[in-house]
């Protein structure tokens, strides 16, 4: 693989490309200064304006999100995985069909494996912009967004509209639902039993990683974060693994599933028989099955990053909630 083929596999920070208008709640105060980002796959975005970067999925997505201080992502559910962990800045996450079940607050580096069917948002409650990677199962991530019904009615309110095709429609660019497209229908009272309302001691033993934690687990070999017998026990179609300077070597491997790696601090070196590039932290590179390379850190320094690769196991609903 030449150097410019592997490079058209990394997407770099700098290069993100944001939406603005991906979602619903685009317009909703409060949520109307978030960005949105598909790095590989198209995510969930329901906006014809959102950018993707890498089109090819390995069976799941890789996206982010990125919001200024004080700006919320809006309660909604998923129907396959949504993994986030904190590339920038200081983040609330709430869930419940209110979004007042149960809380956490992560720090840069930390990782939360959301369970699915429950209702989730977050904001940024840092000082500074901040930004959250995100990983979702399946290759076609589950097929879209469950909003709650608040969130539905308050876009409505604010001239954004989501047919029951999946598209959104802006009544303040003169757009109007098209010939046989209705509303999408929000859920109703006995749609809503099915999702449960877990309290925060429910989820974060068992679905939140501490990066402190990981650096300690880090130290002799990668860290296990998701999977069968990981940390974070679960199957989603995807492992996830953490891993800082003294859990890798300049030896060269090859696996024969997708590899995306995802630094988090530090700068990395990836070398392979073609060539060598440096990752940075918010850089996400896709390594294809049976490609031998190695990584090393680049610099002295605390390094880290997420490393994850794609397993035989379905997307679909994950996690020990029920």
């Not at 919320?72 to 979004?99: D, I, M, P, Q, Y």
């Not at 990981?214 to 998701?226: F, N, W, Y």
């Amino acid at each position: 693989m030449t150097p410019e083929e592997m490079e058209a596999r990394i997407v770099r920070y700098g290069d993100l490309q944001p939406c603005k208008t991906a979602f619903i709640d685009a317009h909703t105060p409060g949520s109307d200064r978030k960005e949105n980002f598909t790095i590989i796959g198209g995510g969930v975005s329901e906006s014809p304006d959102q950018h993707v970067h890498i089109h090819e999925t390995p069976g799941f997505n890789i996206g982010a999100a990125g919001q200024p201080p004080n700006c919320r992502n809006s309660l909604h559910s998923h129907r396959t995985a949504e993994v986030f962990f904190v590339l920038k800045g200081r983040w609330r996450f709430f869930w419940g069909r209110w979004g007042n079940a149960g809380e956490v607050v992560l720090e840069e580096g930390d990782i939360f494996n959301i369970p699915t069917g429950i209702f989730r948002g977050f904001e940024n409650i840092g000082t500074d912009y901040g930004m959250i990677m995100a990983i979702l199962g399946g290759d076609d991530a589950g097929g879209g967004v469950i909003w709650a019904p608040q969130v539905i009615e308050d876009a409505r309110d604010h001239g954004l509209v989501l047919g029951d095709n999946g598209k959104l429609y802006d009544s303040k660019k003169g757009e109007s639902l098209p010939q046989g497209v209705s509303p999408k229908p929000t859920l109703t009272d006995e749609e809503l039993k099915a999702f449960p309302e877990p309290t925060t001691a429910d989820v974060v033993p068992n679905f939140v990683a501490r990066y402190r934690d990981l650096m300690a687990l880090s130290d002799h070999q990668p860290a296990r974060v998701i999977g069968a017998d990981a940390k974070l026990r679960d199957r989603p179609g995807f492992e996830v693994e953490f891993l800082s300077r003294n859990s890798v070597s300049d030896t060269a491997y090859a696996t024969d599933s997708h590899e995306i790696l995802m630094p988090v601090r530090g700068h990395w070196r990836l070398s392979w028989d073609g060539g060598t590039t440096a990752l940075n932290p918010g850089d996400t590179a896709a390594i294809p099955p049976g490609l031998p390379h190695s990584l090393a850190p680049a610099m002295t320094g605390e390094s880290s990053l997420y490393r994850i690769r794609n397993t035989a196991d379905p997307a679909g609903l994950t996690g020990r909630l029920t």
